[in-house]
C-alpha cells in the first residue's frame, strides 16, 4: 500500500514536469471544449456521425493550445476572444438577472435613447423618467 502512494506522487511529479512552462486551459480553451461536447451530443441526439467528427476539431485545439509553450501567441489568441466573448456574456448575465427579478420588476427601454429601465411590479400607472435623457412617459407596472 505504501508503495501504491509513492508511486502516485511519482506520477504527480512527472505530469508538473511535463506541464512546465506550457499555458494549460485558458477561457479559449474551455469554449473549445465544451464546444467540443455539445456538437458530441447534437450528433449523437440526431444520429449525425459527421457532426461527432467535426467535434474532434474544436477538442484538439483545445488540447494543443493547453499543451503548447509559445505563451505569448496563445495570450494573444484568448484575448482577441475574450474581446468579442464578453459583450455577449454580458448580454446572458442581463438576461439571466432580468429572468431572476421578473417578479418584483418590470423592464422598460427608453423610446430616446435606449436605455434600459426597472421599474416595481404592482403599482399601476406611472410615470416613468430615463435618468439618462430625462424623458418621460407612463406606463402600467
Request: charged letters at 30%.
Amino acid at each position: 500500500m505504501k508503495d501504491g502512494g509513492k508511486k502516485e506522487v511519482l506520477d504527480l511529479d512527472r505530469f508538473k514536469k511535463f506541464m512546465e512552462g506550457r499555458t494549460g486551459v485558458d477561457h479559449l480553451s474551455l469554449a473549445l471544449f465544451i464546444l467540443s461536447i455539445v456538437l458530441v451530443v447534437i450528433g449523437s441526439l440526431f444520429r449525425w456521425s459527421i457532426l461527432r467528427f467535426i467535434s474532434l476539431v474544436p477538442l484538439v485545439w483545445c488540447y494543443y493550445r493547453a499543451l503548447s509553450k509559445n505563451k505569448i501567441k496563445r495570450h494573444q489568441e484568448n484575448i482577441l476572444f475574450l474581446k468579442y466573448w464578453y459583450p455577449i456574456q454580458t448580454r446572458l448575465m442581463n438576461r439571466y438577472r432580468q429572468l431572476k427579478a421578473r417578479r418584483a420588476y418590470r423592464y422598460f427601454k427608453c423610446k430616446e435613447c435606449g436605455q434600459q429601465l426597472r421599474v416595481p411590479r404592482k403599482k399601476g400607472k406611472i410615470e416613468i423618467t430615463c435618468p439618462k435623457c430625462r424623458h418621460t412617459f407612463i406606463k402600467r407596472t
